[in-house]
């Protein structure tokens, strides 16, 4: 069995892409998530870091998170998939849907440090990614949205057949695409077929910083 991470923000994609790799018959190592220098949050997100440590303990699979900087990304990213590879790991799973330029980068760093890429949703269609998710089980929630979009309502909401008509609703306006490829939101998986527990979150509170709305979880449980 070939073993890979999972490069991880904690949202729905990249969750839907890991589980596919699993069905694959891959086995999951690791869930490799970048965080900012001081280590406090996630790099994609926003998130505060424990929160995806706690979303990888309900998982079940090791967190392994790589503080960086903007400038320093790229080359901190290839030393964290060095690290990966001398424990015999071959390759990675990413979440990227069609975003060209990204995968475009995915493809050349992996393609340096001699791992192999997965994208188990490339090239898929927004609407399919999103109900195979829901269909699948899966729960997520938004906690991050751009102003310019969506205003502080959009933080907490599920991801379900509901919030998917809102945003094909929002497309005769605006230029949004379904699965927020473009950095229109941005989820929290709590619960699904990966999970042996489920997040459950009970206190938070609503931040507009640099235009994004964003929904700081203030306390969070596991439960059975």
Excluded at 35 to 40: K, M, N
Excluded at 81 to 99: H, S, T, W
Excluded at 167 to 196: N, S, W
Aim: aromatic share 10%; glycine share 8%.
């Amino acid at each position: 069995m070939k073993q890979v991470f999972s490069s991880w923000s904690g949202g729905k994609d990249c969750c839907l892409a890991c589980y596919r790799a699993v069905r694959m018959g891959l086995k999951v190592r690791y869930l490799a998530n970048t965080v900012t220098e001081d280590g406090q949050r996630s790099c994609s997100h926003g998130l505060r870091s424990d929160i995806l440590r706690l979303q990888a303990q309900a998982i079940g699979v090791p967190l392994v998170q790589q503080p960086t900087t903007r400038d320093s990304y790229e080359a901190e990213f290839k030393n964290m998939l060095r690290r990966f590879k001398q424990e015999g790991i071959e390759g990675g799973v990413f979440g990227d849907i069609d975003f060209n330029e990204h995968r475009e980068w995915i493809d050349r760093v992996c393609g340096e440090v001699g791992v192999t890429p997965y994208l188990p949703l490339w090239g898929e269609s927004h609407d399919k990614i999103l109900n195979d998710f829901i269909d699948l089980g899966f729960e997520a929630i938004v906690v991050a949205a751009k102003a310019d979009f969506f205003g502080e309502e959009v933080l907490g909401r599920t991801v379900d057949q509901d919030f998917i008509k809102q945003l094909e609703g929002m497309r005769e306006t605006k230029e949004v695409t379904l699965c927020g490829e473009a950095g229109e939101y941005h989820t929290l998986v709590i619960d699904g077929p990966l999970f042996q527990k489920r997040l459950e979150i009970t206190e938070t509170r609503k931040v507009l910083r640099d235009q994004h709305w964003f929904l700081e979880i203030l306390n969070v449980a596991l439960k059975r």
